[in-house]
Each structure stands twice: as C-alpha cells, then as structure tokens.
C-alpha cells in the first residue's frame, strides 16, 4: 500500500505561485508513475501533470502547460508541483495520485489540498 499526503495549497492571488508537494509512505513510489488531479466544485476530477518514473517524461494538460511543472525527488520519495501565473480558474482540490507504469489507473490517491486563486 502507499499512503499520499498532500501539502502546499492556500490562497494566493492571481499571477502568484505556489508548489504543492506530496510525500508518499508504505513504499518506495521510484518505480512508480505520479499524477496530479484536480477538482474544481461542480465539475469533475481532470488530469494535471504526469511525471514517469525517472521524471524522464512528463505530461501537462493544455490548460497548465508553460505554468506548472511537475518535479519529482525519488530519494526523498517526494513529488512536487510548481504553479506559476496562477489564474483563478485554477482554483480547486489537487489531488497527488500513484499507478504502476505498466497500469493504466490510478491505484493510490491523497486527500487533496485546496487551492485557491483570487482575482
């Protein structure tokens, strides 16, 4: 089992920045492929970033390419998520996930982290 715990979020105003981090425990996650979500009230949970394993090949929705990266420190069993030119749809729960490379979903999740950009 992994256990993700998410951290990082706040309130910060549009064209401001934060990083969200999410550490993972139970096992070593350096094998495996993690994600960042997002869920923003009455819409659904949407891709955000995807990093492979080595952070050899990493993957953006459109909607947050050029602004967020995705980081991620195997040795400290860590991911990261910088967000910059934070805009105010970008307000929502994020949401670490985990998956196996060779799996297509999801298997380990965290609670998620509020993120909150004002106009």
């Known amino acids: 089992q992994v256990q993700l715990v998410e951290s990082g979020g706040g309130l910060v105003q549009a064209g401001g920045s934060l990083r969200l981090s999410c550490a993972a425990s139970?096992?070593?996650?350096?094998?495996?492929?993690m994600g960042w979500f997002r869920q923003a009230p009455g819409k659904e949970r949407e891709f955000v970033a995807s990093?492979?394993?080595?952070?050899?090949?990493?993957n953006y929705a459109d909607s947050v390419k050029g602004r967020f990266t995705i980081s991620r420190d195997n040795a400290k069993n860590t991911v990261h998520l910088q967000m910059n030119s934070l805009k105010p749809e970008d307000t929502a729960v994020y949401y670490c996930?985990?998956?196996?490379?060779?799996?297509?979903?999801?298997?380990?999740w965290g609670q998620g982290t509020q993120v909150t950009v004002s106009s």
């Open positions: 139970g096992r070593t996650v350096s094998m495996y492929t």
């Open positions: 990093s492979s394993w080595n952070g050899g090949y990493t």
């Open positions: 996930a985990a998956r196996m490379a060779r799996d297509y979903e999801y298997a380990y």
